[in-house]
């Protein structure tokens, strides 16, 4: 990279300005109060048909402050962690807190829960790249791409690399850093035929460059992905099975996981409210986190209120085994935090994995879904319609691309309709999955 | 220039430049960082923007934030590219820094000089204010506490109630190397209520909501904690009565106002400059062709005053306009940012926007709504043998390049023998745009602005926009139930 990010010395000046800015807020009158800080840098550039389209160079920062005066509560953030704006952030969250309301569940979360076990997970991978060898990447990423027959224009491809800080920091005395990188390369095609234009993508995505896909296996699967579209015809409307391919099935583990989150359960906004020790899932299947897995995604030792995380598991031999919590949801809900403030980390799965073909075969007759279009998740109801696009299926082989259809159900029934998973883990995110086969699902097309 | 004008220069320079000991005059040094050896245009934009959100839970106000935000994006630009880099800091220093590495996109060429600033008249399509200080704190709690009560009155199912209050005062100003000098405050508030319904262990949501670019004083001049509060808690009953939508191709009545959401994911996306230069548009290339039933009319207008999707001048600083994207089915134009613009021989439309400082930015829509036509709604309901009507959606997404785009009804009723029967669930529309826009029969003459509820997403910057549209008819549209 051309700016050079001293990430040691950014830990040290983010962890003196949210020292501050608690010692500060309990100064001007607040019983407690919490800090988080980040700094990131990166470089993204990306070239369209041979030639440099842009390249940008990020600086972010912030620093948001929240304080506790009893039990009303004020929060304040701004983009500048200078010292000048740390106090100016401290003043107007303590102002706020003088009109909130009284909230008998706020509050840090108990001091005994601390995180005290602060190990380095291993994500922090910087890549010295230059402009110029950002470029050449990206460069010979779309190169493989639009190199293949039948490509007719590209959208372009992307290089992006980035690192960064982050500092959380509480009134017990709890401060916890860590840095982090994350580096990526994407390629987008069109590809055209009598019926019209079709497009995809593929990319690539890790916490360390050595981790990463080539750029020529990228373009060429791009490529691959965009050839498939052409031909789409409309399927069939009727119930069927579906299987949605592992890129996707990431995606219903993010359903059920908003469904068992402590903000939806204490809003009653959740299809799966007092649901706990419930049979969801088929007996076989069994979801958990890694919060301190070396080197993964979303790896960290503690959690958004400091709280130390932990191998939680949600869903054990299909049922309902734990909601996910942070310490005011949990306070909610007559419970104790789980360590997810801010979400649940590293989510895999354990179940018999099985072959494409094997899923295919099983599935007989019906649609492979390799994407998902439009927001149609109600998550209060767990009512499920979305648009897709992928494969028609008959004989347990792939026959033709669809597209212009949708899938509809339930969340419910989908969960406990699932047959079977894929071997096909897809590890780019912090959900790592295989395809998941749904029993049935209503398919509208032509 | 108008005084009008030069206020608003004075006052985006003394909130944007006078603390890091800027003005207006050192900007063109600032520029001549970015103009490096083969560089042909070069922007500053500068920008400030003070956010307020007041959050009502459990009949409490328990949640409050505020967020200041700011700082320069520079961008330098040769031929078709981009060179682009920000900084939080609005000083001297950090102009020449992230001028010279946006400007390192390019190594040789000529120098080009900057031409000097001249101040952008621009017609004002909502008051330059801070939108935020109107209200008091108590006043703005007294809002939220008032949905509160008028939902929970509304009726015994009514089990949750949560009510937002949000504001933001912006302070922008944008400096190019063609001469351009142009400032702009715009002010965006917005109430929202949403209700949780149960009844007979069937849970449901309701919500509602709007705002516009004007003060907070104005949201409770038109009492819209009572309205929003009472329609959010209507449309909950509506869906605790819902049965599952049917799914296969059928008409599909479009009620007015927010269903022009159609038309910004149908339409509005491919008729984006960007797209159609680079040719992935499915309406690249085909001005002048039809690419809508007659009676058609899309337009794209930033003009209109106070509201959500309305910009005096756009983020380039091009005054804001109204542009016919579609005149009786027939593709008249494209919005445009300055680059695209260029590149593709068309005059910039005042499109050009960016979420922020931090971003670069993108021909994006305004308020996009299509114009009335002349049925009356009633007729056009009665034209339906089964099919839905759709009065409220949730979202939708569209594929630029296939044109496909789909959404979903958050409200939608069953038409049966041309009457309204049973409200459905999950109805989700999918179609393609050019086609789904060839099956427009009727167009109400009911033509309705969205309440100011629309952000758009792409490329994963969200900017607020508006929508509308008369009552619609679609001969035909794939509807996504769980019901054959």
Sequence with gaps: MTQAFDAAAQQTLLESRARMAVELARRLGADACEVGGSVDQGVSVSVREGEVETVELSRDQGIAVTVYVGQRKGSASSSDAGEASVRAVVEKALAIARHTGEDPASGLADARLMATELPDLDVHHPWPLSIDEATDLALRCESAGRGMAGIKSSDGASLSTGEGVRVYANSHGFLGSQSGSRHSLSCMLIAEDENGMQRDYDYTSARAPRDLATAEAVGESAARRTLQRLGARRPATGRMPVLFDSTLASGLVGHLMGAIAGGALYRQASFLCERLNDALFPEWFSLGERPMEVGAMASSPFDGDGVQTRDNVFIRDGRLASYMLSAYSARRLGLETTGNAGGARNLRLTAPLESREALLARMGRGVLVTELMGQGVNGVTGDYSRGAAGFWVEEGRIQHPVEEFTIAGNLETMFKGLIGIGDDIDTRGSIHTGSWLVDEMMVAGG | ?484
């Design chain 2, 1 to 484: 220039m108008t005084s009008q004008t030069h206020a608003m220069l004075d006052e985006a320079s003394t909130v944007l430049l006078t603390p890091g000991g800027l003005d207006l005059a050192a900007l063109d040094d600032g520029l001549g960082h970015a103009m490096g050896p083969g560089i042909d245009y070069a922007d500053l934009y500068f920008q400030r923007s003070w956010h307020e959100g007041w959050v009502l839970e459990d009949g409490e106000v328990k949640e409050a934030s505020y967020n200041i935000d700011g700082g320069v994006g520079v961008r330098a630009q040769a031929g078709e590219k981009t060179g682009f880099a920000y900084s939080n800091q609005i000083t001297g220093d950090a102009l020449a820094e992230t001028g010279r590495t946006a400007a390192g996109i390019v190594r040789r060429g000529d120098r080009l000089a900057v031409a000097p600033g001249v101040a952008m008249t621009s017609q004002a399509r909502y008051a330059g204010i801070d939108p935020l200080t109107g209200l008091s704190a108590e006043d703005k709690i007294a809002m939220l506490k008032l949905a509160d009560r008028v939902a929970r009155a509304a009726d015994p199912s009514v089990t949750q109630v949560s009510a937002s209050l949000t504001g933001v005062h912006e302070v922008v100003l944008v400096r190019a190397s063609d001469g351009t000098l142009a400032a702009d405050i715009r002010p965006l508030v917005r109430f929202n209520v949403s209700v949780i319904a149960v009844r007979n262990g069937r849970r449901e949501r309701g919500s509602a909501g709007g705002g516009g670019r004007y003060a907070m004083q104005r949201l409770r001049d038109e009492n819209v904690a009572e309205r929003y509060a009472k329609e959010a808690v209507r449309q909950a009953l509506v869906n605790l009565e819902a049965v599952d939508a049917p799914a296969g191709q059928m008409p599909v009545v479009l009620g007015p106002g927010w269903p022009g959401i159609l038309l910004h994911e149908a339409v509005g996306h491919g008729l984006e400059g960007d797209f159609n230069r680079k040719g992935s548009s499915a309406f690249a290339g085909r001005i002048g062709e039809r690419v809508a039933s007659p009676g058609v009319t899309v337009v794209d207008d930033a003009t209109l005053a106070d509201r959500r999707g309305s910009l005096s001048v756009d983020d380039e600083g091009t005054p804001g306009q109204s542009t016919t994207l579609i005149e009786d089915g027939i593709l008249t134009g494209y919005m445009q940012d300055k680059v695209n613009a260029r590149l593709m021989g068309m005059a910039p439309t005042g499109n050009a926007r960016r979420e922020s400082f931090a971003h670069l930015p993108m021909p994006r829509m305004t308020n996009t709504y299509m114009r009335a036509g002349s049925d009356d709604p009633a007729d056009i309901l009665k034209s339906v043998t089964r099919g839905i009507y759709a009065v409220s959606f949730g979202g939708g997404q569209v594929d630029i390049t296939s044109g496909k785009f789909v959404f979903s009804a958050s409200e939608a009723y069953l038409i049966e023998d041309g009457r309204i029967t049973a409200p459905v669930k999950g109805a989700t529309l999918i179609g393609n745009g050019p086609e789904a826009m060839g099956r427009v029969s009727m167009i109400g003459h009911d033509m309705e602005l969205d309440t100011g509820i629309g952000v758009c997403g792409k490329e994963g910057q969200g900017v607020p926009v508006g929508v509308g549209q008369p009552t619609l008819k679609l001969d035909e549209l794939t509807v996504g139930g769980t019901q054959s």
